[in-house]
């Protein structure tokens, strides 16, 4: 079997097709070199080795070393130079490559092949001993720590680690000898560190640093493999839903070094804008440097070229002015590269002494509103088609052009305590944490929070995932937090130099003021300004966006599922509206009763204990609920409108505190006993099982005859004005066909008599929430006298599952973490179980009644997956709370295409 695929000098076995078995780096580095681009050469170790190596008992294929051999021979041809040589020796690189990116998620060794053999050969060749020191220490702390250490399963805190060891000896020699940039270390110092860090390795770890260059290399592709299972790899599969059975491969390949001096350098680029969308190539580099000093943030990388200079980085060197030849040369490839792919690329590059390397291209991560810029303008430039831009953009990334920005005049009278990189836009405001691990556990506990940060690293997703926004003082637009906030579409504020964090004390001094953990500041992602107080967000305007728009008419002219709204105000309906809902799906009549003036007449009608007062309590609700109705459906003119008859159980209206008994006895002159006893009476074991739903309607008729009265008159009175009203009246939580008859002949016998009392006709539907397993598998029954079904998928995965609603929270992590449930079934619906009663009751439903109209209105309504389930399984519309109705509309065009 083929383990190995070689490229290098134009040839290649691989292509950017073949991103399952190459990971998508080594894919990409096929394909560059197929495309003439230079690339220096190496081998790819497929993905296949992975899942062997993790099927097996982490053993590898038995003829794997034997292949890995023959390529390191094929490469050495190519580059002119042997691995391990004492002439011309070569070096490697060996690096993780899934199929899928995950930044910084896996290990890399670089510089691998530098022994005391090796050394004084290459030092002979480039005549740059700084050079090669500097290299081999840097070789030494990387294989410590990944192979010998994280990849051996040694398990230590930070401080114990052998890489916070090693940097700590680095510190005290630079303090020891005055120096402060690793710039100012000169070739005797970086060998006494080589040697320095070779001595703690052997005492903290009782091993030597291999000297062999073989063994290098294969400790190295073993420990990139282990890192697969890393935990931070792990966690990021489970944030991004990455399967973990996919696997890693490793790709080997020649290095070439951006620190050979002044003539060499190294950086990263995107050939277009990645926050914002502009079709300007956009990147950082630094000369005299290694890959890995761009990405970590440690020194302050230059622009790329003259016209992505900002008021920061214009006193600061660009490529196209330093190396204008190579600038042509990599502008060249930059253009090939984004016509190859017709996509924005993220590109590596390496110029060493002179010459132009590409390390890596893959498609770039980009904030929403620079994905629907780059879609809609690449559609215009002729370089995709409308389908492919609409599918270029994730649903979910609309959510960033949806999400609060900084409220302008606040923003204007607050003073700006600091300034960084705007790495997300956005506007977040929180309470400051130093840690990840403080991040997540004060988000559980309900806390909005921003993580300070000297600079993210892999190991601090999970705190950066839970953080409203995260500011760091090191990196730069390409650094760790920069990229991975980008993903995710988060506020973030980069490389913001006034920051003096001091993690011991949970504290940092900006610009003299100190802010303690628990402050509260507001970040302005979009600028990077950092503000000491707590400033009011105001929602966002999409349609200032003009691709937002195009790209969303767009989406219109695809979809065909409707998409309307589940709103219970005037104005969170004209929210909808203004994103483009056709309708209310879910009107939910609870929490009109609130009220002061109403939730008095509520509390008489459950205290009455004669049917009398119960209705005349009742119908004290009634020109309330017409003027909740009135508005509703004004607002929604001339849209359906499906209203839900009252739902919870009644102790929600009546909990009660001995004060509050004390006051409502007085109210209604009822002894305070009584109220007592009555609310004792009403304790439900398992309320959202309980009393509740249509159950409510059939022991309480007046309560259902009341609240058709309020929409039919409510209905009438709007069609007198003028008003065209399509009113849906929905009865909840059914169970039984007779539960639904029982209701819908309130309904009707209330809208005849409304017609008699009025001279006029109503039009209007009646029908159910489908939320309960037996309504879906007697959907038959029921759709025989319903006009319309509409998925209640909370009720209905919560009565599936037999989970709660409430508590599920108490143990859906350890589920998710044992990969017991693979998602939140209350976040996207389960297709297996809840899904396939839904396609029961829709098969059955329309089997007797082919006019039955059939939406969704459980929070699944709003999610992409479920949205495609709910198109596949031919409902009409999806229902969704207002801010992911623009997010509904461009994943039901997806599930079109
Ligand atoms: C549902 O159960 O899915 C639903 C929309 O109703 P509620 O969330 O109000 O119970
Ligand atoms: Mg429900």
Known sequence: MKYVYLFGDGKAEGTAKMKNLLGGKGANLAEMNLLGIPVPAGFTITTEVCTHYYDNNCEFPSDLNSQILESIEA????????????????????????????PGMMETVLNVGLTSKTIPALIKKTNNPRFVYDAYRRLIMMYADVVMEKSSGIETQNEHGIRHKLESLLTEYKNKNNYINDTDLNEDDWRLISDQFKKEIKSSMGIKFPDDPMEQLLGGVKAVFQSWNGERAINYRRIENIPDKWGTAVSVQTMVFGNMGSNSATGVAFTRNPANGDNKFFGEWLTNAQGEDVVAGLRTPNPLNEDTKTEDTQNLPSLESSMPDIYAKLFKIKIQLEKHYSDMQDIEFTIQEGRLWMLQTRVGKRTGAAAIKMAVDMKNEGMINKTTAILRVKPDQLDELLHPMLNSDSEDKATILAKGLPAGPGGATGRLVFTADDAESWHNNGEKVILIREETSPEDVHGMHASEAILTAKGGMTSHAALVARGWGKCCIVGCGDLQINLKNKEVEVNNQILREGDWVTMNGTKGYLYKEKIDLVPANPDSHSEYKVLMDWADEFRKLKIRTNAESPSDAAQAINFGAEGIGLCRTEHMFFDEKRIIAMRKMILADNNEDKRSAIMELLPFQKEDFKGILKAMEGKPVTIRLLDPPLHEFITLDDKQISELALKLNIDEETISKRISSLHELNPMLGHRGCRLGIAFPDITEMQARAILEASIELIDEGVSVFPEIMIPLVGTVTEYIDQADIVKK?????????????????????????????????????????????????????????????????????????????????VKGVGRLV??????????????????????????????????SGLDYVSCSPFRVPIARLAAAQSEL
């Open 839 to 872: 396609s029961i009751a829709v098969k059955e439903g329309r089997g007797v009644n082919s006019k039955l109209k059939i939406g969704i209105c459980g929070e699944h309504g709003g999610d992409p997956s479920s949205i495609k389930f709910c198109k596949e």
């Open 75 to 102: 490469t050495e041809v190519v580059m002119g130079a042997k691995f391990g040589d004492t002439q011309n020796p070569l070096l490697m690189s060996v690096r993780s490559g899934a199929r899928q990116s995950m």
């Open 750 to 830: 209330t809208a005849k008599k409304i017609e008699n009392e009025s001279g006029k006709k109503l039009k209007y539907l009646i029908g159910t929430m489908i939320e309960l397993p037996r309504a879906c598998l007697t959907a038959n029954e029921i759709a025989q006298h319903a006009e319309f079904f509409s998925f209640g998928t909370n009720d209905l995965t919560q009565t599936t599952y037999g989970f709660s609603r409430d508590d599920i929270g108490s143990f859906l992590p350890d589920y998710l973490e044992r990969k017991i449930l693979s998602h939140d079934p209350f976040q996207s619906i389960d």
